[in-house]
T-cell receptor, first 113, second 113 residues
């Protein structure tokens, strides 16, 4: 069964460093998303991406964040200068259309020290 | 307006019992209400979903009850099993917003053998 994959599973970084979280969406999907979940809290929407453009972003997704689809398979989330409060589980998701089920990856746990 | 409120925060049910999780929303523009199941170390997975044109949807042991006038919906798990032990999130989205999903705060369900 096709699935969304994410790498790395755990990333530890120092405050102020740049991190790139990687996702490989399901191959025939066209819509891509990033969500985050701070430990013990709810899952929060960050950004949606379609046709090489951001469709929508939340207030969390400020200038420190960017997304990119550098090739036909990867979808990345970059945090330019990490802060302690960026520590969270980051989930990538993809869907075939904007009304289809979103399939979530297993997540990347980001720890900012 | 964008929030989805979920209760209880945690729930313990005996094997074979009925698990009930409740959610409420404010924004009447929401038109899709999914429930997600999340096991430790995994991403959320779609369990069952409903649109506001029906009052109930059943899939196996899982039933969503939807009350449009009260802006409330609930998940019922019949004959609860230890394998159902997980965190459950209710959610809502609008087709017009590239399917940004707004999650509830989650319910940690434990089924006692």
């Amino acid at each position: 069964e096709p699935e969304v994959t994410q790498t790395p599973s755990h990333q530890v970084t120092q405050m102020g460093q740049e991190v790139i979280l990687r996702c490989v969406p399901i191959s025939n999907h066209l819509y891509f998303y990033w969500y985050r979940q701070i430990l013990g809290q709810k899952v929060e929407f960050l950004v949606s991406f379609y046709n090489n453009e951001i469709s929508e972003k939340s207030e969390i997704f400020d200038d420190q964040f960017s997304v990119e689809r550098p090739d036909g398979s990867n979808f990345t989330l970059k945090i330019r200068s990490t802060k302690l409060e960026d520590s969270a589980m980051y989930f990538c998701a993809s869907s075939a259309s904007y009304v289809s089920e979103q399939f979530f990856g297993p997540g990347t746990r980001l720890t900012v020290l | 307006q964008q929030q989805v409120k979920q209760s209880p925060q945690s729930l313990i049910v005996q094997k074979g019992g009925i698990s009930i999780i409740n959610c409420a929303y404010e924004n009447t523009a929401f038109d899709y209400f999914p429930w997600y199941q999340q096991f430790p170390g995994k991403g959320p997975a779609l369990l069952i979903a409903i649109r506001p044109d029906v009052s109930e949807k059943k899939e196996g042991r899982f039933t969503i009850s939807f009350n449009k006038s009260a802006k409330q919906f609930s998940l019922h798990i019949m004959d609860s099993q230890p394998g159902d032990s997980a965190t459950y999130f209710c959610a809502a989205s609008m087709d017009s917003s590239a399917s940004k999903i707004i999650f509830g705060s989650g319910t940690r369900l434990s089924i006692r053998p």
